[in-house]
């Protein structure tokens, strides 16, 4: 469909909301993400027709996109959250000032792994040896520690003699150094921002679980970034 | 040019995570989002290092090793595609 045949479609207001629900919405006739819905003429028949962004998304997306809609309009008069910004500079809505940019970097920086979270500890860090006990694959640990486990001690990717607070300091010092290079991006059905360190340290934090979900120092950040469940990725620095 | 060192290390984690595939692939649908993209996130590096051992002129045991887990990245191919996990150049 061309571009203008969309907005006369959507509507120019209808246009507006459903842009900023970019990636849950599309323009076709996807029965679970399409705007083009079907409803029954009396005189036409089965026709064509614009589905609400409330039957597309559910409430509750619903609301939340229509609420981002407008905080375009009325760019500097919120109180949001880090993790509102966040999703409002992924979405495309606008930029951060820079005051907002500092929020958010400390807000990140002092995130941190989740620490009520368990993870399946997994073949490559079995036969290791952690707080006293031989790690097996089926275990479940703190994600903080599966990654130190994993990218620390299993795969060397931090000096020899690397402690686990000295891998978070880290982390924290990769996301408030001023010459880290950060992406927000959209995994899977998450908003997460990525701090990529010149020491190639890579860290990202994910907007729905208010954590960092990992953090290495990849061979290739490009693979990364190039996974098939990230969209959306938009480089802030 | 990565050192024998590191191509130790990447043999070492390319053949635990092709172990964490075969017991993920069973339950994938089972598993949380949060564990499925954390997965992929440790895959994509896993396929950079694969990348980067193809290029390198390994001899010896890490070729049969390296020539042991391209067998089985070609095995699994299929499932790769059916999963979004990227598949690496050459399989």
Not at chain 1, 185 to 192: E, I, L, P, V
Request: proline content about 3%; aromatic content about 10%.
């Amino acid at each position: 469909m061309a571009g203008n045949c969309k907005r006369e479609v959507a509507g120019f207001t209808g246009l507006q909301g459903k842009q900023t629900a970019e990636g849950m919405i599309t323009f076709d006739d996807n029965p679970m993400t399409g705007i083009v819905g079907r409803k029954y003429d009396p005189v036409w028949g089965s026709m064509r027709a614009e589905r609400s962004l409330l039957s597309i998304l559910g409430a509750d997306k619903a609301k939340m996109y229509t609420r981002l809609a407008l905080m375009g309009v009325a760019q500097q008069a919120g109180d949001y959250t880090v993790d509102d910004l966040i999703q409002m500079v992924g979405i495309g809505l606008r930029d951060l000032t820079p005051d907002e940019f500092q929020r958010v970097v400390t807000h990140v920086a002092n995130a941190g792994f989740d620490p009520d979270r368990l993870e399946r500890a997994g073949s490559r860090i079995a036969g290791l040896l952690w707080n006293g006990k031989v790690v097996k694959g089926g275990d479940l640990l703190p994600p903080g520690e599966v990654h130190y486990l994993r990218h620390v001690v299993a795969g060397r990717e931090w000096p020899e003699g690397t402690s686990i607070n000295d891998y978070y300091a880290s982390l924290r010092s990769t996301i408030v150094d001023s010459t880290t290079k950060i992406v927000i991006s959209r995994y899977g059905n998450f908003w997460q921002i990525g701090f990529w360190g010149v020491d190639g340290t890579w860290v990202e934090y994910r907007v729905q679980y208010r954590y960092w979900s990992t953090g290495l120092r990849p061979t290739s950040l490009e693979k990364v970034i190039n996974s098939k469940y990230r969209k959306f990725v938009k480089w802030l620095r | 040019m990565a050192s024998l060192n590191s191509h130790t290390l990447m043999i070492k984690n390319l053949t635990g995570i092709l172990e964490e595939f075969f017991e993920n692939y069973p339950v994938w649908h089972t598993l949380s989002e949060f564990e499925r993209l954390d997965f992929d996130t440790e895959w994509c590096n896993a396929v950079a290092q694969y990348e980067v051992l193809r290029k390198e002129s390994l001899s010896g045991e890490p070729a049969q090793q390296l020539d042991v887990i391209t067998n089985k990245l070609k095995a699994i191919k299929s499932k790769l595609v059916e999963l979004r996990l990227m598949v690496p150049e050459g399989i």
